[in-house]
């Protein structure tokens, strides 16, 4: 398999985009690239990664997402694989709109099975399409940020961001650019 990667910086890290077909099969921090990587290849074998800019303009729809344009990221195709469970906690997880959070025993209940809400907890967890599937939009029974595999400092700062909130955090939290010389996550794939 091979597959289109970008990379777009946010402010609270360097995001890694990889798509093909028209449809986005991964999405993470560059800081967690060994899981992005494992993610692919579970679900595809060997997989080989082209460094591309803006694939199927999907990175340009991500970096208006973080410029404020909330609704970019809706109706993006995405192929996470999974299971069928997973598949469809990700689908419940793609309705809930930027700014509102649901509790994992709201997602589990409305999905018929209101005891799974650690089931709907693990299946966040593997998410491989972060922000496009916005499991960061899924919060504790009592309204606590728990479990975001990317750092629950992330998971804050996207609530803000959909929120409107400005200044929550520095700028920069994490994964600055490269300094003259390194080679970005691009280059090392």
């Known amino acids: 398999m091979e597959l289109s990667l970008d990379e777009v910086e946010s402010p609270i890290g360097i995001l890694l985009l990889a798509a093909g077909g028209g449809a986005i099969h991964g999405l993470d921090f560059a800081d967690c690239a060994p899981r992005f990587r494992r993610s692919l290849e579970a679900r595809y074998g060997a997989v080989a990664l082209r460094a591309a800019a803006d694939p199927c303009g999907f990175s340009g729809r991500l970096k208006a997402y973080l410029d404020g344009d909330h609704g970019a990221l809706e109706g993006i195709p995405v192929e996470p694989g999974g299971t069928a469970f997973q598949r469809r906690v990700w689908a419940e997880v793609r309705r809930i ?93």
């Open 97 to 189: 709109s930027p700014g509102i959070t649901r509790a994992y025993g709201e997602i589990a209940a409305s999905l018929g099975r209101p005891s799974a809400s650690r089931a709907v907890g693990l299946a966040n967890g593997r998410n491989p399409v972060c922000l496009v599937i916005p499991c960061h939009r899924v919060v504790g029974s009592g309204g606590e940020l728990t479990g975001y595999s990317a750092g629950i400092e992330r998971k804050r700062w996207l609530l803000a961001h959909e929120a409107g909130a400005r200044g929550a955090f520095p700028e920069r939290l994490c994964g600055a650019a490269p300094a003259r010389g390194e080679r970005t996550a691009v280059e090392r794939w």
